[in-house]
T-cell receptor
Framework: EAQVTQNPRYLITVTGKKLTVTCSQNMNHEYMSWYRQDPGLGLRQIYYSMNVEVTDKGDVPEGYKVSRKEKRNFPLILESPSPNQTSLYFC????????????FGEGSWLTVV | SQKIEQNSEALNIQEGKTATLTCNYTNYSPAYLQWYRQDPGRGPVFLLLIRENEKEKRKERLKVTFDTTLKQSLFHITASQPADSATYLCALWSGSSNTGKLIFGQGTTLQVKP
């Protein structure tokens, strides 16, 4: 079954404590991406990756890092989380990038206190 | 920069009627435009992709049109059912043909009443 798996699904953390949200896909997709969704602001792209070792900024990259060492994994790293990063996060993948079906994960609810 | 506008007001219709949702974009016309369905707390689910050289695309009860002159896409659900109640998002690739930036509208919530 085609899947994008995110972990953790729910997390409450404290300001400044580094955390990583993992994302894994089982479809051998080249393209992967991270989004955050906030009320009234919709889905906004944080980072994307065209392929292994190729990453680039989306519209809201500040405060986040990513890496793409393997094709299937695209972790999102919050080095020093702040309360304004409290949000619902989605990982997605597709192939081919622009015309293929984009699959989204189930989301990760992150609260920073 | 490229922007997408969807009607932020919820659309309430009666079961069996046709729902029509609008997606307007600014600046240049994208090569592809996509529509997604999102249920509360869940990830978006891809529905349809339409290319710039396609005027219309259909899939079962869904129909999407793409007017590059008006810079607008319309999304229709015919014979709507309460199970169609959800938020519908349009999205497009922003930038060059090699872009990896995918931008979304804020979505329109559809409520189908029995």
């Amino acid at each position: 079954e085609a899947q994008v798996t995110q972990n953790p699904r729910y997390l409450i953390t404290v300001t400044g404590k580094k955390l990583t949200v993992t994302c894994s896909q089982n479809m051998n997709h080249e393209y992967m991406s991270w989004y955050r969704q906030d009320p009234g602001l919709g889905l906004r792209q944080i980072y994307y990756s065209m392929n292994v070792e190729v990453t680039d900024k989306g519209d809201v990259p500040e405060g986040y890092k990513v890496s793409r060492k393997e094709k299937r994994n695209f972790p999102l790293i919050l080095e020093s989380p702040s309360p304004n990063q409290t949000s619902l996060y989605f990982c997605a993948s597709s192939s081919p990038r622009q015309t293929g079906t984009i699959y989204f994960g189930e989301g990760s609810w992150l609260t920073v206190v | 920069s490229q922007k997408i506008e969807q009607n932020s007001e919820a659309l309430n219709i009666q079961e069996g009627k046709t729902a029509t949702l609008t997606c307007n974009y600014t600046n240049y016309s994208p090569a592809y435009l996509q529509w997604y369905r999102q249920d509360p707390g869940r990830g978006p689910v891809f529905l349809l992709l339409i290319r710039e050289n396609e005027k219309e695309k259909r899939k079962e009860r869904l129909k999407v049109t793409f007017d590059t002159t008006l810079k607008q896409s319309l999304f229709h659900i015919t014979a709507s059912q309460p199970a169609d109640s959800a938020t519908y998002l349009c999205a497009l690739w922003s930038g060059s043909s090699n872009t990896g930036k995918l931008i979304f509208g804020q979505g329109t919530t559809l409520q189908v009443k029995p």
